[in-house]
């Protein structure tokens, strides 16, 4: 071990803790380098089959990582594949029971819940690449932005939610083509894995229509003051809420609002606005038959909205605006694209980078994601539980 034996004396932040997010980042960046700046250049299969792999051994192989971890190993060591309905009714307070019903579909394979990681984490890269190529996006510089904005955090601590979304990115060619059946069943089937997933059948009307530029102005603008002047009456309200509700959820609803709020001006508030600012510049620019492209945009100032209402909680901000992070993973490339095309093309494409590799170090340097594999690890559950502890 890095620090030593004694994890509970290990620094809370450090560049240590970042270098296996990194080097996968780097990974991406150097196996793509020639794609990244040339989008004319055709991809060979071989590099796509290798990021498959890279990216299922890195996510599908790891031992406990991030605040949610052992709290998802014990409820799964919980359940057995009783697929009564009541038995899976009894275990849906905390899961959803559709991933109820996933848990022991697993555990009748092998009841290993590192196993459960790795099928999980298959199943995850599988559906994400399964919408890279439906949308013929560049792939590096998708996973580069997957990585830098919260696509780590999704993908290991919210193993739920992440289903919810990506069978969601996937239904969005419904919406552009508006085939709202097919559009409902796919979402229907997200809320079996995670109930906010309902915040998605909305968009079927919000996302495929060209908003006026003005109008969008002062929307993000105003929803810009709501969050810099945090006028938190929604979280009196769902503080009054909550104990109209039984005493298992008003206990939840109390435990949710009571978790730390996020510092109004911090890194990722400059990013946001940064990423607007951007975003608007190039709405007006995204042609009438670029659907997919105007319907991340439009994601992403719902993104921005949520952000704004929900960002005082960090338990409300993990579950409700990162349903729509989603936006960044696939607008960051079409922004690439749009803002390079000029004389400057290496010095702005470079600025992008450093953000993006800026936003992983960012992510990743506390204590909480110091990466081990499964087949290497050397903590024991107890030494992470003392590392988890502490999670931003």
């Excluded at 009748?108 to 984490?121: E, P």
């Amino acid at each position: 071990m890095f620090f030593g034996n004694n994890v509970s004396s290990w620094p809370d932040y450090s560049i240590v803790y970042s270098i296996p997010y990194l080097l996968l980042g780097l990974f991406v960046f150097v196996l793509g380098y020639k794609e990244i700046w040339n989008e004319n250049i055709k991809t060979r299969k071989w590099k796509y089959v290798l990021l498959f792999f890279i990216f299922l051994a890195f996510f599908g192989l790891r031992w406990h990582i991030l605040s949610d971890t052992l709290a998802y190993e014990s409820e799964f060591y919980s359940i057995r594949p009783d697929f009564s309905w009541d038995y899976i009714d009894d275990h849906s307070d905390w899961w959803d029971k559709g991933f109820v019903i996933f848990a022991m579909m697993v555990k009748l394979i092998y009841n290993d819940f590192f196993f459960f990681v790795f099928i999980n984490s298959f199943i995850d890269i599988l559906l994400f690449t399964l919408c890279l190529k439906k949308y013929c996006i560049n792939v590096f510089l998708a996973l580069l932005s997957f990585l830098a904005f919260q696509g780590i955090l999704t993908e290991i601590n919210l193993m739920r939610n992440i289903k919810a979304i990506l069978l969601f990115i996937y239904s969005i060619s419904y919406i552009r083509d508006k085939k709202l059946v097919k559009f409902l069943l796919i979402n229907l089937l997200g809320y079996t894995f995670h109930s906010s997933a309902l915040l998605f059948i909305p968009m079927y009307w919000v996302l495929n229509r060209r908003y006026s530029i003005n109008v969008v102005y002062i929307v993000m603008a105003a929803f810009t003051v709501i969050y810099m002047a945090r006028f938190n009456v929604l979280e009196d309200y769902l503080m009054a809420m909550s104990f109209q509700f039984d005493s298992h959820i008003a206990e939840k609803m109390e435990y949710y609002l009571n978790s730390q709020p996020e510092p109004v001006f911090s890194v990722g508030f400059m990013e946001r606005l940064i990423s607007l600012a951007l975003t608007l510049g190039i709405y007006q620019k995204v042609g009438k038959e670029d659907r997919f492209n105007l319907i991340m945009a439009n994601s992403f100032f719902v993104f921005y909205i949520l952000y704004s209402v929900f960002g005082f909680n960090t338990v409300f901000r993990d579950r409700i605006p990162f349903l729509f992070v989603y936006c960044y993973w696939f607008l960051y490339p079409y922004l690439f694209k749009q803002y390079t095309k000029g004389k400057n093309k290496q010095m702005i494409g470079t600025l992008f980078l450093v953000l993006f590799f800026g936003k992983i170090f960012l992510a990743t340097h506390m204590k909480s994601y110091y990466y081990e594999s499964v087949l290497t690890h050397e903590t024991t559950r107890i030494d992470r539980s003392k590392l988890l502890e502490f999670h931003d």
